[in-house]
């Protein structure tokens, strides 16, 4: 168990690019969320998946934000024509659900994307 | 709606002085709490939970939290601070473990040698 991973660490790009972030979870996990964490603020939930199902979205998730997961395994976050005021932290957590006698209500976070738009 | 609010955004102690970091909660059925820790270009990872078993609650670390349902509170204390407790808190709430967590606004703890 290599705990959850998120890719890039780090991007930083130009207003009006589109961007991607990919998160792996702990396999096995069923549930997948992504939070964004602002400077001095706690987390935000952005949106979750139960396997390959998408169960909420945030009203933060605007239509220049998408998140799949083909299969049930890793995760993608897709942003469109970024804005400055996409900067922040994006963190991916997962958990089980209980399955396989594991804690089903710790959420496992990666160490986030950190995404600066200039 | 469920909701979470952190007194402080700043904690100064003294190390072996006790910690004391402060959350209120608002939530329309019982909730499930939880206490998170960040360490700078970290993820979080969590201290400990409250999922409606004990009402105190100890977690890693030498951490403990009480939940207190008549004041709605879910404080974290440590009885002796140690330089290597400095990091920024988060206190969470959800429906159950498995949905969407609502955090504070978190509080950062500081050490002082």
């Known amino acids: 168990d290599t705990g959850v991973s998120q890719d890039p660490r780090h991007k930083i790009t130009k207003r009006g690019q589109n961007v991607t972030f990919r998160c792996d979870p702990i396999s096995e996990h069923n549930r997948l969320y992504w939070y964004r964490q602002t400077l001095g603020q706690g987390p935000e939930f952005l949106t979750y998946?139960?396997?390959?199902?998408?169960?909420?979205k945030s009203r933060l998730l605007s239509d220049r934000f998408s998140a799949e997961r083909p299969k049930g395994s890793f995760s993608t976050l897709e942003i469109q024509r970024t804005e400055q005021g996409d900067s922040a932290m994006y963190l991916c957590?997962?958990?089980?659900?209980?399955?396989?006698?594991?804690?089903?209500?710790?959420?496992?976070f990666g160490p986030g994307t950190r995404l600066t738009v200039t | 709606a469920q909701s979470v609010t952190q007194l402080g955004s700043h904690v100064s102690v003294s190390e072996g002085a006790l910690v004391l970091l402060r959350c209120n909660y608002s939530s329309s059925v019982p909730p499930y709490l939880f206490w998170y820790v960040q360490y700078p270009n970290q993820g979080l990872q969590l201290l400990l939970k409250?999922?409606?078993?004990?009402?105190l609650v100890k977690g890693i670390n030498g951490f403990e939290a009480e939940f207190k349902k008549s004041e709605t509170s879910f404080h974290l204390t440590k009885p002796s601070a140690h330089m290597s407790d400095a990091a920024e808190y988060f206190c969470a709430v959800s429906l159950s473990g498995n949905t969407p967590l609502v955090f504070g606004k978190g509080t950062r703890l500081s050490v002082i040698a």
């Open positions: 957590a997962s958990s089980s659900g209980g399955a396989s006698g594991t804690d089903p209500y710790e959420q496992y």
């Open positions: 409250y999922t409606s078993a004990a009402t």
């Open positions: 998946f139960q396997n390959e199902a998408q169960l909420e």
